[in-house]
């Protein structure tokens, strides 16, 4: 939770910041991007909580649409089959529909490879993964973003499948 605390501050803090830009925050189409996430996950088969942290990179083709990669670490939960970590690889296209200047409302709908590791098993998948969020351009470079994601039907075999349910916040540089 301290983790958490400590990411909104910053993200708070690099918003007051993006005050002093005057340039218009609209972004340029064709623009590569790197960003990071962290958050909070849930497991449905649980009621335990963990930090969950991700690393992405994509490619924005127009301020509607992008493709993006990342890695999610999804922490550890207590489940039926023990103790559980969870990490996903994850392809995802994205839909943004600008709602203000700076502001952009977004879906993002793809697929994950992901794994479950629990005392003595482990369970390696793939489905959908998709999510929405808003997005706030602090300068042309960079943006905030707030998330909520889901990766569905994790697991299965010897631990219990469960969908993974992740809120975050995150900040994403783009190369202009």
Do not use: C
Request: proline residues 2%; charged residues 20%.
């Amino acid at each position: 939770m301290e983790k958490l605390k400590a990411a909104l501050v910053v993200a708070g803090l690099s918003a007051g910041l993006g005050f002093a830009d005057s340039a218009a925050a609209q972004s340029n189409p064709g623009s590569w991007y790197l960003g990071g996430t962290l958050g909070q996950s849930k497991f449905k088969e649980g009621d335990d909580k963990d930090t969950a942290w991700r690393l992405l990179g994509g490619y924005q083709f127009n301020r509607y649409f992008s493709a993006e990669i990342g890695y999610h670490n999804l922490g550890e939960v207590s489940l039926a089959a023990g103790t559980t970590k969870g990490n996903a690889w994850e392809l995802v296209g994205i839909g943004a529909w600008p709602l203000i200047e700076r502001v952009s409302a977004y879906g993002k709908l793809g697929v994950y490879r992901g794994e479950l590791k629990a005392p003595g098993a482990k369970e390696t998948n793939n489905d959908l993964t998709y999510g929405a969020g808003l997005q706030y351009d602090l300068t042309r470079q960079v943006g905030v973003r707030g998330e909520w994601q889901r990766y569905n039907k994790m697991g299965g075999g010897s631990i219990a499948e469960t969908n993974v349910d992740v809120l975050s916040v995150g900040v994403v540089y783009r190369f202009q």
